[in-house]
């Protein structure tokens, strides 16, 4: 099992940043990729970043390209969002992939963006 734990949203006025932390526990032997979806009020959930843990590939979604920044150390994935616009409201998900096939979600964080 592996559990995940977000922190780090909140309300934020268009053009700000934030910082989400996802701190990963249990059993994360394995883990080959970590991630953030998000989900807006009436979508589907969308890629927003990924990271693998192996050579470090970095993939972001076209929306947040030169905007949100992923990272990690072993424990920890991190997404620093900076120039927020409306659009970037949802709620976000961490995520974590194993070479075993699973997967792991976080319950979300909630980021609202508005003046």
């Known amino acids: ?5 977000e922190s780090g949203g909140g309300l934020v006025q268009p053009g700000g940043s934030l910082t989400l932390s ?6 994360i032997f394995g883990i080959y990729r ?3 979806y998000r989900q807006a009020p009436g979508k ?3 890629l927003v970043a990924t990271i693998s ?3 470090g590939r970095i993939n972001y979604a076209d929306s947040v390209k ?3 920044t992923i990272s990690r150390d072993p424990n920890t994935v991190y997404l620093q969002m900076n120039s927020l616009k409306p ?4 709620v976000y998900y961490c995520n974590v992939q194993l070479l075993a096939g699973m ?8 980021v609202t963006v508005s003046s």
Request: hydrophobic share 35%.
């Open 1 to 5: 099992q592996v559990q995940l734990v």
């Open 22 to 27: 996802c701190v990963i526990s249990g059993n």
């Open 34 to 36: 970590m991630g953030w």
């Open 44 to 46: 589907q959930r969308d």
């Open 53 to 55: 843990t192996g050579d």
């Open 66 to 68: 030169g905007r949100f």
């Open 87 to 90: 659009e970037d409201m949802a």
């Open 103 to 110: 997967e792991y979600w976080g319950k979300g964080t909630l």
